[in-house]
């Protein structure tokens, strides 16, 4: 087993627009990136798991085999600048991710 920040080149999150949140998880070898989507790892379940969702409230996983890349967009639960809000640009919502588990 090994950690997902060991195997992606990019692990970030950012705003996608006011009220949704997007996860890239990057890759530079393509070993790394067939080996985390075959493990399949990363799906609804264990997303709305890490992150504490409903599942109405993921929006979706993308896998882009072309850019050897993953997106993940969920819904914020406190829109982007409102009260209450702790990460305005949305930017540290990746850390979750790094401790992921690949096998």
Do not use: W
């Amino acid at each position: 087993m090994v950690k997902l920040i060991e195997l992606a080149k990019v692990l970030r999150s950012k705003n996608s627009g006011p009220f949704m949140i997007t996860l890239d998880i990057l890759f530079d070898k393509a070993e790394n990136y067939r080996r985390v989507i075959e493990s399949r790892v990363i799906n609804p379940e264990r997303i709305c798991a890490i992150y504490g969702l409903d599942k109405a409230d993921l929006c979706g996983i993308y896998f882009f085999e072309t850019a050897m890349g993953i997106k993940v967009t969920y819904n914020r639960a406190v829109s982007s600048g409102t009260c209450g809000e702790r990460d305005v640009y949305g930017a540290q919502q990746h850390a979750p991710l790094m401790e992921l588990l690949i096998p």
